[in-house]
């Protein structure tokens, strides 16, 4: 009887440690995430200062530049322009005057420019950071690759933002400055809806062109499948003409070059979900 009171008392202790095992390992998790995130803000911070000493170049040679006829891609659009006969394309004086209607405006816009390209140049640091978070809970094969995704996601984001920057951005500051209901009025652009204008594009054009890693890790999981991308090919084709056709001046010329790289992504996508797939068979 006592051996059996005894054999009781130690499995409840038991099961007391592994039940307070368990409660430390979320803390622990809770800690690391923590850190992880604390470590990303340093960095973005640090970054942040240092693209704030530089105003001049940042804004000069970067955030203003794509409104200027003398931008490579400007003049690279006028040069095809010319070629194919489309005058559109050729911007001699892009109609953009920027204006600061906020007593503290132009000091807001340069922290929060600031903190954008601490953000951006951060972004394979942050990445990484993550990607150490989440590691402990992957397979072996997984973890053999967690170098590459990390640089694979690194070199997409960076893709992404350089199309927007040099496509997207000018083609559309080129339209919207040039766009007149009336020539009564004149486009006065806000600095604040000018910085958003290329910040939003730059920045969810970069996320975008994360989807192939996205794709991966669906297709690794079984929520999507090689066949299925490959049956909704056509339908994914119909989906990116219309977003080139909304974030794009309303011509055939303008959405084939947004198309095209976005069609690429799609096709990249499918490649790596049969990565996955193969890695998945690989664990079993």
């Given at each position: 009887?006592?051996?059996?009171?005894?054999?009781?008392?130690?499995?409840?202790?038991?099961?007391?440690?592994?039940?307070d095992?368990?409660?430390?390992?979320?803390w622990?998790?809770?800690?690391?995430?923590?850190g992880?995130?604390?470590?990303?803000?340093?960095?973005i911070?640090?970054?942040?200062?240092?693209?704030?000493?530089?105003?001049?170049?940042?804004?000069?040679?970067?955030?203003l530049?794509?409104?200027?006829?003398?931008?490579?891609?400007?003049?690279?659009?006028?040069?095809?322009?010319?070629?194919?006969?489309?005058?559109?394309?050729?911007?001699?004086?892009?109609?953009?005057?920027?204006?600061?209607i906020n007593?503290?405006?132009?000091?807001?816009?340069?922290m929060?420019?600031?903190?954008?390209?601490?953000?951006?140049?951060?972004?394979?640091?942050?990445?990484?950071?993550?990607?150490?978070?989440?590691?402990?809970?992957?397979?072996?094969?997984?973890?053999?690759?967690?170098?590459?995704a990390?640089?694979?996601?690194?070199?997409?984001?960076?893709?992404?933002?350089?199309?927007s920057?040099?496509?997207?951005?000018?083609?559309?500051?080129?339209?919207?400055?040039?766009?007149?209901?009336?020539?009564?009025?004149?486009?006065?652009?806000?600095?604040?809806?000018?910085?958003s204008?290329v910040?939003?594009?730059?920045?969810?054009?970069?996320?975008?062109?994360?989807?192939?890693?996205?794709?991966?890790?669906?297709?690794?999981?079984?929520?999507?499948?090689?066949?299925?991308l490959?049956?909704?090919?056509?339908?994914?084709?119909?989906?990116?003409l219309?977003?080139?056709?909304?974030?794009?001046?309303?011509?055939?010329?303008?959405q084939?070059?947004?198309?095209?790289?976005?069609?690429?992504?799609?096709?990249?996508?499918i490649?790596?979900?049969?990565?996955?797939?193969?890695?998945?068979?690989?664990?079993?």
């Amino acid at each position: 009887m006592a051996e059996q009171i005894s054999s009781k008392k130690n499995k409840n202790k038991k099961q007391a440690k592994v039940h307070d095992e368990k409660e430390m390992t979320f803390w622990d998790h809770l800690s690391e995430l923590r850190g992880t995130f604390v470590r990303s803000i340093l960095a973005i911070v640090l970054l942040a200062i240092i693209a704030f000493a530089n105003k001049y170049f940042i804004f000069n040679n970067i955030v203003l530049a794509p409104k200027d006829s003398s931008f490579i891609t400007n003049r690279i659009l006028c040069s095809l322009g010319q070629l194919l006969n489309i005058n559109y394309f050729c911007i001699k004086e892009l109609s953009l005057v920027i204006i600061n209607i906020n007593m503290s405006g132009q000091f807001m816009t340069h922290m929060y420019i600031s903190f954008v390209a601490g953000f951006i140049v951060a972004a394979p640091y942050i990445i990484f950071e993550f990607w150490r978070f989440i590691k402990p809970a992957l397979y072996d094969i997984e973890r053999k690759n967690s170098g590459s995704a990390v640089i694979v996601s690194s070199l997409l984001f960076y893709f992404g933002v350089l199309f927007s920057y040099f496509l997207i951005v000018p083609l559309a500051l080129n339209f919207f400055g040039s766009y007149h209901v009336s020539e009564m009025v004149q486009n006065q652009i806000s600095l604040n809806s000018y910085i958003s204008t290329v910040v939003s594009v730059t920045l969810s054009i970069g996320l975008v062109f994360e989807l192939p890693i996205v794709i991966y890790f669906l297709a690794q999981i079984g929520i999507v499948d090689v066949a299925f991308l490959k049956k909704n090919r056509k339908y994914t084709l119909v989906i990116v003409l219309i977003l080139s056709a909304i974030i794009t001046p309303p011509d055939v010329f303008s959405q084939i070059l947004v198309t095209v790289p976005l069609m690429i992504l799609y096709e990249f996508s499918i490649l790596l979900a049969k990565r996955a797939v193969k890695d998945a068979k690989g664990k079993e």
